[in-house]
Every structure is written in C-alpha cells, then in structure tokens.
C-alpha cells in the first residue's frame, strides 16, 4: 500500500519544461530543476551579471545580499566572510576546486583575491565536510576564474569609485580561443583613502579619541592584483594552469594599536591616503593546474597547487612591558606555504551518479618580527571519500556519502628573545612548547530532493569534523588589532557538528519562495571565551570548547509585480545556546542578530536595460551576549541602486551606480570588533561602476 501511494505522489509531481527570461539571460526550468536536484544542501549561485551590479567594497560586501551570507569588515577595504554566523576557518574558500590557504584564522584582513576575476560563484550553507573536509563545517564558498573563452578575442574594462573614502580603482581582462588553446590575463589595482564614520569622536577604554574630518585615520590602503591563465580544451580533454599574484596593504586605525598615537611624532592627519605605521602589507601567490579527463560516463579531475602567503605587520618600535625598544618596525611576519593535490572520479552507472575523491595539503609556516601571536608549524591533511547519488526518477534523488579524514600538526616551541623577571630572577618566558598531534574522524551524509510541480524540497543529515588550528592549539600574544590578549588550548579535541538541514522552494514566473530552517549541534564547539582578566593591559580571551545548540533559518520571497516592477523580501535568524562550561546558558560571543531587508525594483528601457532600486536594511537590537560582551541596539538603514546595460553591436557598455547608508545612520556590527573601541559602521557612500565588455 504504501510503495502504492508513493508512486502516486510521484507520478502527480511531474516538471513542465517551461522557459524563463531572467534581463539577457535565458534560462529553461529544466536546467533550473537540474541545478536543484543536484545537491539536497542548500546553495545559491550568482554569475558575473549579479556580481557587477551588486558592485560594493569588497567580494564579500558584494555577496552579502544573499541570506545567510554575512561580510565581517575590519577596515574600509579588509573584509572575511560569513554563514549563518560561522567563519573563519569554518569556512572554506575554494577557487577553481583548490582551497585558499591564506591566514584565515586573522581578523584584520580580508580574501587574497581579485573580484573582478571571479566569472561565477556558488555558497553552499550548511557543513560540506564530505566534499572539501575540514574546515567546511560551516560551509563553502567556491569561486571560479577559469572559465574557457568563446570568442577568439574577449575582455572587459571597469572603473569604479567609492565616495566614503574616496577609493578609485581600475580592472581590466582580456582573452581569447584559437583553436583548441586559450588564454585569459586579469589585472587590477584599488587605491583608498581613510573611510569617515558619521561621529566626530570615539571611546577606546577611558580615552575619548578625536576624528579629523569624521575620518578614521590611517585606515587608507591599495591592492594590486595579477593573474595569468593558459589552458588546452578538447573534445575530452581540458587542463589549465593558473597564476596569479595579489598584493594589498593598509593602515591599522592608529589610536587603536595600542595607543601609541599619543607618543608618536607621526602626523597622522598631514594626508587622508599616505599609510603610516602601523600598517600591514600581504601577498599572495598561487599557482594552479586543474585537468579533466571525460570519457563517456566517466569523468576523472585533477588539481595541483601551490601557495605561498607572506604577510608582515609594521609598527613604531615601542617598548612594552618588559619588552626593550627594538630594532625596526617588523613586529610581525608569517610566511606560509601550502601544497595541495586533488583528485576525483565520477561515473555513471544507470541512475547512480558514483563519486570517489582523496585529497591531501601540507603545509608549513615560518614567523618573524620582534612581536609574537603564533608560532612556527607544519600541518598535514590527509582525506578519502566516497558519494553516490541515486535518480528513482526525474523528480526524486537521493544521495549519501562516507568520508575519513586524517591530520597530524607540529607546532614549535618560543621563547621571547628579551629577559623577564620572574620570583627573582630574570628568564627567557616561553610562549609556546613544542607540541605533536594527531586527529582522525570519519564523516557521513545522507540527503534527499523532490520535486512536485514548481515545488521543490531538499533535506540533508550529516556528521563533520575539523581539526583545530595551530593558532587555537598554541598562540599566546597581544592582538592589538581586536584589542585583546589571546590564549591557546593545546588539549583541544577536534571539533564535531551534528546538522540537519532543509529547504523548501517555489518558483513561477510571478513569484519565487526559498525558506531554508537548519538545526546544529556541537558536542565540542571551540571558541575564543572572553574572562574579566587582563594580561599586559589588554581583556584576555582564552580557547575553549563547549556543547553547543544552534538553529536558524534564511527566508526569500521574489514577487514579480508586473513587467517592471519587483519586490524582494528577505530575512535571516540564528539562535546559539551553549549547553555547558562557564557560560552554559549563553550564547556564544559575536553571534549575528536577526536581519530582514524589504526591497523594490523598477525595470525599464532607457538606452538599454535600465533598472532603479531601493532596500531598506533592518537589524535587531542583539541582547543575547556572552559576558563581558555589551549589548548591541538595532538599526535601519536605506540603500539606493540604479544600472544600465547598453548593447552597442558586439560591445556591452553597464553603468551601475549605488548609495549605501544613505541617510548617515550611526550604528554599530555586532560582528565587527570595531565595535569594542566605540568605532560605528561607515557613514553614507556613493558608488559607481562604469564596464565596458567586447
């Protein structure tokens, strides 16, 4: 009876195989059913349309607009990404199948890469472990550059410019296909000034620090960024290698680092963009070859790569502590570099989509400076996978997966290179002992699509891991930079995450619906707990590990007015409990408030495909905190937005133009850590765009 009534249910649920128009991009709802029965996780994807006109500060800021999706911003051009309310290295960055490895774990800068290269991108929410391993638990970012040309010659050319701190910048790329081989060659180069907040003073501790022109000094910066693709394409056959180089560097807001600008003989207020200490510079160079082998229903892919990322904080030789004055202002310098290799086969065998992968990254790290946070390590992944996926028909599938995981890490032991007293006498304080671990885990997810009609539900269980970083084993310094003191645990356990997640969407030509509820545990969540201690007179944060309850949901409703006319509405909520420890009962530190945001657009023919919008952003007040953590009031604030898109022959000219914060609101991140010192969010900002494609 009940295989009867199932096949009912199935047969009722049949797919038109209708087309819809979406600007200049036509789209059939049988590739849109393709897309959503090929993963029961939920996931959005975006291309190179939406991240042009959703142009802002950063990649980051320009996703930002999909729910779930949050940018952490430190700084006017420095921005990290979150989803539902997890980041850092519980998120993986992964570009063309290879993860970033920059230095994730720090707050005060952002993703190593060129947005303007970015052809497409895919956020997937939720723990994704069984694909990318540890450090997915939160979920994926993938970005792809190395799309194959069409043309025997394309390119683009964009300027953009930012008023709130005067950015001005300039992307250019060309490429082109001659027979069976392609190239393509990005550049870019940003240049910004100190960005204003709409308050003419803020208050660090007891100190009430002046503004000069509402401006925050000694936040300007520049980026440079470079990249070189070269690829083979056949009829099954296609392999690439990729280079590219991105360098930034940017001031730290000077009365934040420690104060010093009251000592310091530096102007800082002689130029909005000259970058004086402290500042820090970055650079980050990877080299990538991604190959893939199709032969019928079997497909085999291979990525290599190789990173190196060199990072260096500068700041005024002062003496701290017992610390003597030292020689230059490198108080800081991590250089790390990463080998990584990827394969995966697929195959096709009748309704079964089978996929088997191993993966392995080794990595290692040197310090410098005359500052300490981290020490030297070297850490080692190994991991294998199995998935399958199962069609019962066009409108069910289901999918499951196994994967192990294996890591080992090595961390060095420091000692400060100036003596300290201590009960007496004088002695060279260790930092950091030397420390081997060893982490294992098997992971496991089981999920399920179905379709019935424009209806389409996801729902996905699964079990993922990750390994605790050597920053969370073994640092122990002042991070001047979020302005506190931090401590390692080195008997932290590797994290596990129990999800369940579920989607259920709707989509016609008149009205879209996504709501995405999600339920995770952790028996073992670490966390950087704040404590009512100082330690050389900053607050101290020590690495923890707690059970911990979250649940949330994201929410999308596209109506489709009339021909012209489009009103979005969206909304995003997330509930942290900590279930024991110190701060059983609490929520855990930084958790993102709930958000909603109500937008209108208005379509129409100017010189081309013409478009004005307008969004209001509301926050609510976030009194769910972890002591000494304060409360955080909501806040709304309006955007405005227009565009063009001219066609002129075998050219495409887009204009797009954004006022964000329109009405100068004050008010404050509950996520940023610029929070801490009194520092409110950037005060109003015109943008523009101007793209030219051929």
Known sequence: MISNIVTAVIALCGVADTTKTLE??????????EYQMRSSQSS??????????????????????????????????????IIRGLGFNRLVVSEDHVKHEGQQWGDDHGLEIDQFSVERAEVIKGPAALLYGSDAIGGVLSLYTNQVPTKKMEGA?????????????????????????????????????????????????????????????????????????????SYNF??????????????????????????????????????????????????ANQSLWEYDDFSVQADLAFQNNLREEHSEPISHGYMPQPDGTMERRFDKNTYTANIMLKREIGKNTLQTGISGEYQYNRIGGWGFIIPDFETMNLGGYVMDRYSVNDNLTVNAGIRFDYAKTHIHSYSDWYETPVNGDTTFVKRSNELWREFHSLNWSVGINQTCGKWNFKANIGKSFRVPIPKELGVNGINYHVFRYERGNAELDPET????????????????????????YFPNYIYLNPTPQYVEGLQLYHYIQAAV??????????????????????????????????KKGYTLPFSPPWTASVGLKYEFKLLGKAYIGADTRIVGRQDEIVPPEKVTDGHCTLALSAGDKIKLKNTTLNVVFHVNNLLN??????????????????????????????
């Open 497 to 520: 995450s129990y999800q369940l997640d579920a989607g259920i969407s709707r989509n016609t030509d008149v009205l879209e619906i996504q709501v995405d509820p999600y339920l995770n």
């Open 665 to 694: 609101q004050r008010y404050y991140d509950h996520t940023s850590y610029y929070r801490l010192i009194d520092v409110p969010e950037p005060g109003r900002d015109f943008s523009m765009m101007l793209g030219v494609e051929f």
């Open 157 to 233: 050319v964009q300027l953009f410019g930012h008023t709130n701190n005067n950015l001005w910048g300039a992307s250019a790329k060309l490429g082109g296909k001659h027979k069976r081989f392609y190239y393509r060659v990005n550049a870019t180069y940003t240049d910004y000034a100190d960005y204003k907040v709409p308050t003419d003073s803020i208050q660090y501790y007891s100190y009430w620090i002046k503004l000069n022109d509402q401006r925050l000094r000694n936040t300007a910066g520049k980026e440079c960024d470079g990249s070189v693709l070269l690829g083979y394409s």
């Open 24 to 33: 200049t991009v036509t789209v059939s709802g049988h590739q849109q059913h």
């Open 44 to 81: 959005v994807q975006v291309n190179r349309d939406y991240i042009s006109s959703h142009f802002a500060g950063s990649l980051m800021q320009t996703l930002e607009g999909i729910p779930g999706v949050k940018a952490m911003s430190v700084g006017s051009g420095q921005s990290k990404p």
């Open 238 to 287: 296609r392999t690439s290698l990729h280079v590219s180089d991105t360098y930034a560097k940017n001031g730290f807001f000077a009365n934040a680092h420690g104060l010093e600008v009251r000592l310091s003989d530096i102007d800082y207020d002689h130029s909005k963009r000259d970058i004086d200490l402290p500042y820090q510079w970055v650079n980050h160079l990877k080299v």
């Open 549 to 582: 309850l979250r649940y949330g949901l994201e929410a999308q409703l596209k109506y489709h007015i009339s021909r012209h006319w489009q009103a979005n509405v969206q909304g995003e909520y997330l509930y942290a409990e900590q279930l024991s420890g110190d």
